[in-house]
């Protein structure tokens, strides 16, 4: 079973840039496909992202397309989501997500979550 922690979450401006990363404990992290969803209190955790074994092709939702980019290091492990041109309705809990062997895009089927990471965007 492979286990997620994040980091990098945190308090920022309105327009800066922020970046989460999330580390994985396996010996076969290239064979999940890996992403990030987010939660606000009262609501389903949404689709962010997410990325394929290699890296090669990566997947947005609507919200964050063109402002966040997903990317991977199968050396080490981690996958990153960076922000740019945060704004507040981005204020969420993020939860790193991994799922074997194949891409995902919803809140279905997946192998393994981190414990979350808070995101709070001030104006």
């Known amino acids: 079973q492979v286990q997620l922690v994040e980091s990098g979450g945190g308090l920022v401006q309105a327009g800066s840039s922020l970046r989460l990363s999330c580390e994985a404990s396996?010996?076969?992290?290239?064979?999940?496909?890996m992403g990030w969803f987010r939660q606000v209190p009262g609501k389903e955790r949404e689709f962010v992202a997410s990325i394929s074994l290699g890296g090669g092709l990566t997947y947005y939702a609507d919200s964050v397309k063109g402002r966040f980019t997903i990317s991977r290091v199968n050396t080490k492990n981690t996958v990153y989501l960076q922000m740019s041109n945060v704004k507040a309705e981005d204020t969420a809990v993020y939860y790193c997500?991994?799922?074997?062997?194949?891409?995902?895009?919803?809140?279905?089927?997946?192998?393994?979550w981190g414990q979350g990471t808070q995101v709070t965007v001030i104006s």
């Open positions: 396996t010996q076969t992290f290239n064979t999940y496909f």
């Open positions: 997500a991994a799922k074997y062997a194949e891409n995902f895009d919803r809140n279905e089927g997946i192998d393994a």
